[in-house]
């Protein structure tokens, strides 16, 4: 049982069964044996001498007493005979009392000895449990487990009220990473959490836009002193050294144009609306292979999915060019199957090392420790990749395939 709900309505109804459990053991065991002799015996002894100074005359209805030859049957209690025969004579009476339990049924019967030799028997008052006490125990444990579980199936929402819409919140962050508005309202602990979770959103909401604003900023701010070092580079009087500066500039461009279209990315959301993914594939792979690329397509799967089509567009072309310059190659298959869309890219590369793959989305990032770059790139395809395919509801995994090279698996939900 992992559900908090489920332990807070088991415990609460678990303690009040047991406090009120034990406490009708606790009345049971006092009041079980009925009233103590010490309050029964004074009683029936005043019966006994009222029956026997008025015989010989008529003894009144109210008093439930009969007559016989002889004493009542049963075992004889001999403790309380004793005490009733004490009081008796404390009250002036030589007489011989006796107490016997009922043959067959509880309860007890007191005989006294009459001058004429017969026997006067009283019932001495005895407090019965109820027929059926089983039945009777079992209903009353039933209504206490029905209205405790009542109780604490309320009390439990209303203590984890909080939890599920801190877990609802959460679930709700969008591509963004900002945490959708909470209605404020409900119980103190309820609007306390609910103003908690908005100032959390909004903060994190400012966050991000100030480190946006940052990474576009310095990208644009870097493109003044790159034109002014290219223009001082074209003066440079050897040419290898002149080819070496206007490399690196050119590396330097491509980091801040990668870092605007991140940037771009986040901020400018292009419509979403139904694209035919198997067509897409098919135009990006025509335009690779123009510009060179080893690029194959092998089965495709006429399916269609929701996105925006310019930012599906680019996030696919910039994993095609990460395989088929990286990867030495790659090929395409999409396949659709339980209202799910399956795009793989296979590369034939060297892979990346396992421990790598968790950060190969991460901006900048390459597999090379040492950042030598044989290929031209700035390091940002993968993420702004991820950055588009997580927005429109996709997933990107990347794996090294058993006979080598890279496979990256992004998967949509099929529009049907």
Known sequence: MTSLRRRLILLL????????GLATA????????????????????????????????QIPDVLPVQLSDHPAGGRVDRDETAMLNDILRRRGLDVLAVVNDKAGEPGQLASVRLHDNRWAIIEVPHITPPKREWLVLAGWISLIVAGATAVSVYFASVLIRPVEMLEAAVSKIGSDGVLAAVPEVGSAEVKATAHALNQLSSRLKTAMESRMRLVAAAGHDLRTPMTRMRLRAEFLAGNEEREKWLHDLDELDRIADSAIRLVREEVDQDAVEPVELDRLVRDIEAEM?????????????KVSVRAGALGLRRAL?????NAATHGKGCGISLSAADNRATLTIADRGPGIPPELLGKAFEPFFRVDPGRRQSIPGAGLGLAIAKEIIERHGGAITLENRPGGGLSQKVVFDAVS
């Open 317 to 321: 072309r910039n994993l095609i060019v």
């Open 13 to 20: 109804v678990a303690s009040i069964v047991g406090v009120v």
């Open 289 to 301: 292979v123009s510009l060179g690329h080893a690029v194959s397509v092998g089965h495709l799967d």
């Open 26 to 57: 606790a009345v049971i065991s006092v009041r079980g044996g009925g009233p103590p002799p010490e309050l029964i015996m004074p009683w029936v002894a005043q019966q006994m001498e009222l029956v026997v100074r008025l015989l010989p005359s």
